[in-house]
């Protein structure tokens, strides 16, 4: 089996157990390509619990990533922290309680199409389900 090898991190995030071919999405919510700093990404890795998975390497500080956002996208990525080349903590992310910016509301009579510097705020309102509602307009969202 051909093994990948990309360098360690001294500080930053890895994101990882990100289901195969879904790193280019968390790349877009994450506005990973504004950063100023290496950001690598591994495709389609090998992962004995998943098969194949997905790893997003950050160097930098755990500023630079909202990890709310990830909760939202896929709550069963771990984050893992890195200091000195070493993973000091591991982070369980959950489904955030509240987003801001994140989504959009889709509803044209809500007061966030006719006001356009208004924050779209949305509220997790059925954890089961994954729905989230516009805080202005009860608006549902379900993300798939």
Known sequence: ??????????????????????SMEIYKYLDLGSLDCQVAIIKNASSKKMGKKDI??????????????IGFINHHITCNIIKDGHVVEKRQLHH?????NVIRCKNPRCITSIEQELPHVFFLADTKTKTYRCKYCEEKYSFK
């Open 1 to 22: 089996m051909l093994s990948l090898n990309i360098s360690g991190l001294e500080n930053g995030v890895v994101l990882d157990h990100i289901p195969a071919g879904k």
């Open 56 to 69: 997003i390497k950050i160097s930098g500080g755990l500023d630079q990533v909202d990890l709310d956002i």
């Open 96 to 100: 955030p309680k509240k987003l801001t």
